[in-house]
């Protein structure tokens, strides 16, 4: 019964629910709700958020220490594939705002008490495990087009990614992947967590919610999906510091496109 709990929910016949079409204004509106979130809850939101740059600085670190310097940008930007399930304190943090709830830091652990965080826990481990493939893949591209040995330094990297023919290609193959790999992320997971917090629909009732959403809004998720993905990028600029004002943005902003959205 747990194991059944985890991918159907706590509804032995769940029903499907409606889903709107949405435009460009309601992608724009969803993000203003989510910078009106950060205004008001600032001091929770960062605190939380801290943990991307500080995370974003010890991989930097660890890639210059460890000699895996080819992994730096696929680590960077291997945040937007679990990026949906570590926000989820500040998808709770809109949602009891929303509600007229309390809303401080604390709070944002109340997602430990969902009924639903069976089903959000093994929702996280396949964004996990897509992050792990997706690094996996990235360095053995790497690998096929350079060899096992690592690079004698970052100029030297840099000079061999950008200005040789096996560079070129690792460059068009590699963000190819990538793009595979954040598009799988964005069908599956665009409303997943908010859903599984507002909603006990199990796993796989979330996931094909997200499909429907894709689905039915595909120019508006591709716009939603490039929105962050430019949005992570000028945030890990400098330093991934800007992630701190970036992420929290995006996340609330998310809680609100769900709510758009799904009926």
């Known amino acids: 019964m747990s194991t059944l709990h985890v991918f159907a929910g706590s509804v032995e016949h769940p029903i499907r629910p409606a889903i709107r079409r949405i435009g460009m204004r309601d992608l724009g509106d969803a993000l203003r709700r989510g910078i009106d979130d950060f205004r008001a809850m600032p001091s929770h939101v960062v605190f939380l958020s801290l943990l991307y740059p500080i995370v974003g600085l010890v991989l930097a670190r660890a890639s210059f220490g460890w000699d ?20 989820l304190g500040l998808y709770e943090l809109s949602r009891r705002r929303e509600q007229g709830l309390s809303a401080g830091w604390r709070d944002a652990f109340g997602v430990l008490k969902n009924p639903s965080i069976d089903s959000i826990a093994m929702l996280g481990g396949l964004l996990m495990l897509l992050f792990v493939v997706w690094l996996a893949v990235a360095e053995g591209l790497y690998e ?38 954040a598009l799988t992320v964005l069908v599956i997971s665009v409303v997943s967590f908010p859903m599984l917090l507002d909603r006990d629909v199990g796993a796989v009732g979330a996931m094909h919610t997200s ?53």
């Open 211 to 263: 499909v429907r959403v894709v689905a039915k809004n595909p120019v508006a998720m591709a716009t939603w999906g490039l929105i962050v993905a430019v949005a992570l990028a000028i945030g890990s600029l400098p330093f991934f510091i800007g992630l701190a004002v970036v992420l929290p943005v995006l996340a609330h902003a998310t809680w609100h496109l769900y709510r758009k959205v799904v009926v």
């Open 144 to 181: 096929s087009l350079f060899g096992y040995g690592a690079p004698e330094s970052l100029s030297g990297f840099l000079a061999d990614v950008f200005g040789t023919a096996h560079g070129r290609t690792l460059l068009i193959v590699g963000n190819a992947v990538g793009f595979v790999f």
């Open 68 to 87: 895996v310097v080819p992994l730096l940008f696929p680590l960077v930007a291997g945040f937007a594939l679990v990026g949906p399930f570590v926000a």
